[in-house]
């Protein structure tokens, strides 16, 4: 199994740490899908079954102009060309504008969004239930995984339910 999956969320929620602990592996599959995004390839994930190849989707966040706009709409053109999103949010910090923004374009892809929920190791667990009713009050999620990008809590569940996903 392969596949590509593009890591968004608003600023310092952890996606550069979450791609970190995937790095370091070479790519040994190349698709057609590989010619457009390898650009953007962050980090591969490699099992004797998968191999996962994660891209960074620059310039998904509000525009402040309309060179803004342009750079959006390629960041989320991108998105069609993958098999799954990684939608991060931070538990230790409110829903906000940045985040329902991307939530208004993840609703009308196609592509299956997983809603990870990263920093769990600075929240009590009971905390998690609120979080998660918050978000997917908002839109429908293929998977909700809590995780702790530096603690590497969830993280392998996280790349099972990737694979599943392929
Ligand atoms: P990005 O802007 O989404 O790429 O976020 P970064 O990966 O740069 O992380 C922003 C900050 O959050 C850094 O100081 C990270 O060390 C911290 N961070 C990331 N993941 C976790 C986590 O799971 N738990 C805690 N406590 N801190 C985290
Ligand atoms: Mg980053």
Do not use: W
């Not at 490699?46 to 891209?55: G, L, N, V």
């Not at 310039?59 to 959006?72: N, Q, S």
């Not at 009971?126 to 603690?151: H, K, N, R």
């Amino acid at each position: 199994k392969s596949g590509f999956v593009a890591i968004v969320g608003r600023p310092n929620v952890g996606k550069s740490t979450l791609l970190n602990r995937i790095v370091g592996q070479k790519i040994a599959i190349m698709s057609d899908k590989a010619q457009t995004t390898r650009n953007k390839i962050q980090g591969v994930y490699t099992t004797s079954e998968a191999q996962i190849i994660f891209i960074d989707t620059p310039g998904i966040h509000k525009p402040k102009h309309r060179l803004g706009d342009f750079m959006v709409e390629t960041a989320y053109s991108a998105l069609k060309e993958v098999d799954a999103v990684l939608f991060m949010i931070s538990a230790d910090e409110k829903r906000g504008r940045g985040d329902d923004f991307i939530m208004e374009r993840l609703k009308t892809s196609k592509t299956p969004v997983f809603l990870v929920i990263n920093k769990i190791d600075k929240v009590h667990p009971d905390d998690l239930l609120g979080i998660i009713e918050d978000y997917t009050s908002q839109m429908d999620f293929a998977e909700v995984v809590p995780i702790s990008a530096t603690e590497g809590n969830n993280f392998d569940t996280l790349m099972k339910t990737l694979i599943e996903q392929m």
